[in-house]
């Protein structure tokens, strides 16, 4: 008998040590992925970025040269940017994993697949011509042009009178009860 309790005391103390250096590992890990960051720039290098670990926006710079874009265009890009350094996030997991815990671990299997569920690859990209018809021109135009009926000189015409728009609400009957019989409806 006092065998079998030296040899459940050996593998008690085993199991333990194997837990605790499974748990310095995960330690490890977690610092290691925690102090990550990732940078991307944009295909132009208008936009340069970085992440954190989790995705999060820490730096963002739009170079002068974007000044010359769209906003919709500069903000496009920002997303795009942002996707594609998102989207390295489980590369550098996977690899951090492969540094402590192992990549045969199934916690880190989970994590590592929960990673490319949330920072997935972005679609491929294809340039985006500018919407018709949005254009915006400033200037003077030419004193040898006609004139418009607008800028037809004169006095200026009078607004039209407002309407009030109408009521969305039936006119109320008389019989009508809509006060609770004077009582509050908190009661």
């Known amino acids: 008998m006092p065998e079998d309790i030296g040899a459940s005391e050996r593998m008690l103390g085993q199991w333990q040590q194997s837990i605790e250096q499974k748990a310095e590992r995960y330690q490890q890990m977690a610092a290691r992925v925690q102090g990550m960051t990732i940078s991307e720039a944009s295909r132009d290098g208008s936009v340069k970025l970085t992440i954190g670990s989790n995705g999060i926006l820490t730096t963002l710079e739009i170079a002068e040269s974007a ?9 496009a890009e920002v997303m795009r940017t942002l996707q594609r ?3 390295r996030i489980p590369e550098l997991l996977q690899q951090a994993m492969a540094e402590t815990i192992g990549t045969q671990d199934e916690t880190a299997n989970v994590l590592f697949n929960e990673a490319k569920r949330n920072f997935p690859t972005p679609p491929h990209e294809e340039p985006t011509p500018p919407p018709a018809g949005r254009e915006m021109r400033f200037g003077i135009e030419d004193d040898d042009s006609p004139a418009r009926p607008s800028q037809r000189p004169g006095p200026p015409s009078a607004p039209p009178p407002a309407t009030p728009p109408p009521s969305r609400r ?7 009860d809509d006060d609770f019989g004077g009582q509050s409806f908190l009661s």
């Open 85 to 87: 350094a998102q989207a």
């Open 67 to 75: 000044r010359d874009k769209r906003m919709a265009e500069v903000s």
């Open 170 to 176: 039936p006119p109320r009957r008389s019989d009508e």
